[in-house]
């Protein structure tokens, strides 16, 4: 489900200042997260965990978007590579979040809300540290 099937599952048709806004706003991606099973989710937002096995896969590096340029700089090391390859990442929508952005969007929700969440994403925080 993308942005127009989730608001129009979810969007409050009597809050008249999103008449116009396409996009599902932060509350209602939230909910259409925690009202759907994460096998129904796109890869964008499913749990990492689902994605890459590392219990079944045995990986010699697991990087992180995160820390790119350091993981990146390491496997080049590691396999030979450095000096005769560059590797470079761009993020093309912005710069991420800053902790008062995040606290804003997180500021939105319920308590049980956040733990549900948490809970969805339970594996990627235990194996990801996320």
């Given at each position: 489900?993308?942005?127009?099937?989730?608001?129009?599952e979810y969007?409050?048709?009597?809050?008249?200042?999103?008449?116009s806004?396409?996009?599902?706003?932060w509350?209602?991606?939230?909910?259409?997260?925690?009202?759907?099973?994460?096998?129904?989710?796109?890869?964008h937002?499913?749990?990492i965990?689902?994605?890459c096995?590392p219990?079944?896969?045995?990986?010699?590096?697991i990087?992180k978007?995160e820390?790119?340029?350091?993981?990146?700089?390491f496997?080049?090391?590691?396999?030979g590579?450095?000096?005769?390859?560059?590797?470079e990442w761009?993020?093309r929508?912005?710069?991420?979040?800053?902790?008062?952005?995040?606290?804003?969007?997180?500021?939105?929700?319920?308590?049980s809300?956040?733990?549900?969440?948490?809970?969805?994403?339970?594996l990627?925080?235990?194996?990801?540290?996320?």
């Amino acid at each position: 489900m993308y942005g127009k099937a989730i608001v129009a599952e979810y969007r409050d048709r009597q809050d008249k200042n999103l008449t116009s806004v396409l996009e599902p706003t932060w509350k209602e991606f939230v909910t259409y997260l925690l009202n759907t099973p994460v096998t129904k989710f796109d890869e964008h937002w499913m749990p990492i965990w689902m994605l890459c096995s590392p219990c079944i896969v045995r990986y010699d590096v697991i990087a992180k978007m995160e820390t790119f340029s350091e993981d990146t700089q390491f496997t080049l090391s590691q396999a030979g590579l450095e000096g005769k390859l560059t590797v470079e990442w761009k993020h093309r929508t912005g710069t991420g979040g800053s902790s008062d952005t995040i606290a804003d969007y997180y500021s939105q929700l319920t308590q049980s809300e956040v733990a549900a969440l948490f809970k969805k994403y339970q594996l990627d925080f235990e194996l990801y540290g996320y």
